[in-house]
């Protein structure tokens, strides 16, 4: 499969947002990826597309406001029938060489405890488990805070 990577752009919003909740099999995961990660990071997001130029795959992320050193990893995405074949490697490839030429050396990211695909998915990848913090986006819903160092 032929896949282009390229930066977001706020056009790709629509098809982005046309596809999350069918990716995750009907779960409501359109709300956690607002509009603005295809205004406002678009350097520091991307969009994954075959050889025809079907949407595969999209990651958004952005740099830290707060911490200098730090970029965050907010939303990926990869299509059913392309999973497994490393397009969401590739993808946390991207953003990790982009923040790596903007200075950045630790790269985060926050999933739930109860999606352990998630979980080894990123440590596979380099990442370590910082830490698991109970009611982190509220009562009740717990999260894994991992941390990637980069070389």
Same mark, same amino acid.
């Given at each position: 499969?032929?896949?282009?990577?390229?930066?977001?752009?706020?056009?790709?919003?629509?098809?982005?947002?046309?596809?999350?909740n069918v990716?995750?099999?009907?779960?409501?995961?359109?709300?956690?990826?607002?509009?603005?990660?295809f205004?406002?990071?678009?350097?520091?997001?991307?969009?994954?597309?075959?050889?025809?130029?079907?949407?595969?795959?999209?990651?958004?992320?952005?740099?830290?406001?707060?911490?200098?050193?730090?970029?965050?990893?907010?939303?990926v995405? !990869?299509?059913? /029938?392309?999973? =497994?074949? &490393?397009?969401? +490697?590739? #993808?946390?490839?991207?953003?990790?060489?982009?923040?790596?030429?903007?200075?950045?050396?630790?790269?985060?990211?926050?999933?739930s405890?109860?999606?352990?695909?998630?979980v080894?998915?990123?440590?596979?990848?380099?990442f370590?488990?910082?830490? !698991?913090?109970? /009611?982190?986006? =509220?009562? &009740?819903?717990? +999260?894994? #805070?991992?941390?990637?160092?980069?070389s």
């Amino acid at each position: 499969m032929t896949v282009t990577i390229r930066h977001a752009k706020p056009s790709d919003y629509g098809r982005v947002i046309g596809r999350v909740n069918v990716w995750w099999g009907g779960r409501d995961m359109a709300p956690v990826l607002p509009k603005l990660f295809f205004l406002h990071f678009e350097g520091t997001s991307f969009v994954a597309e075959d050889g025809e130029g079907d949407l595969v795959g999209f990651l958004c992320g952005f740099l830290s406001q707060t911490n200098d050193n730090e970029a965050y990893i907010h939303f990926v995405g !990869v299509t059913p /029938d392309k999973r =497994g074949e &490393g397009l969401g +490697r590739t #993808l946390y490839e991207r953003f990790f060489d982009e923040v790596r030429s903007k200075g950045r050396t630790v790269v985060r990211c926050v999933t739930s405890p109860v999606n352990q695909g998630s979980v080894g998915f990123h440590e596979a990848l380099g990442f370590e488990v910082d830490r !698991v913090v109970e /009611d982190y986006d =509220g009562p &009740g819903e717990d +999260r894994v #805070l991992l941390v990637k160092r980069l070389s």
